[in-house]
């Protein structure tokens, strides 16, 4: 199993970017997929999670400007991203939590893409 993101730029402040990640290889289901965001020097957090039933959940600094979405059929999960701030600036990465069809459940996550806002 394998998330490869795309998406990523530069941007000025105030724009807009939409991020997007695919998993593939032997899936037999996805419990949720995420998106975190790693600044320089800081830890990795949390940016938005979407569940198998939908549910989505924001950070309270992406709430309003930020939407998660999925595609089930294709295993597919995108950020919209608007009103982009410079402190948005991160690697962006896709994570997620997958069934393979061995029946084994593990976290993956992708290898990132760099979102860099300029003010």
């Known amino acids: 199993v394998q998330l490869v993101e795309s998406g990523g730029g530069l941007v000025q402040a105030g724009g807009s970017l939409r991020l997007s990640c695919a998993a593939s290889?032997?899936?037999?289901?996805?419990?949720?997929m995420a998106w975190y965001h790693q600044a320089p020097g800081k830890q990795r957090v949390l940016v938005a999670k979407i569940t198998s039933g939908g549910r989505a959940d924001y950070a309270d600094s992406v709430k309003g400007r930020f939407t998660i979405s999925r595609d089930s059929a294709k295993n597919t999960v995108s950020l919209q991203m608007n009103s982009l701030k410079s402190e948005d600036t991160a690697v962006y990465y896709c994570n997620a939590e997958i069934r393979s069809v061995s029946g084994l459940t593990f976290n993956y996550w992708g290898q990132g893409t760099q979102v860099t806002v300029s003010s």
């Open positions: 290889g032997s899936i037999f289901s996805i419990n949720f």
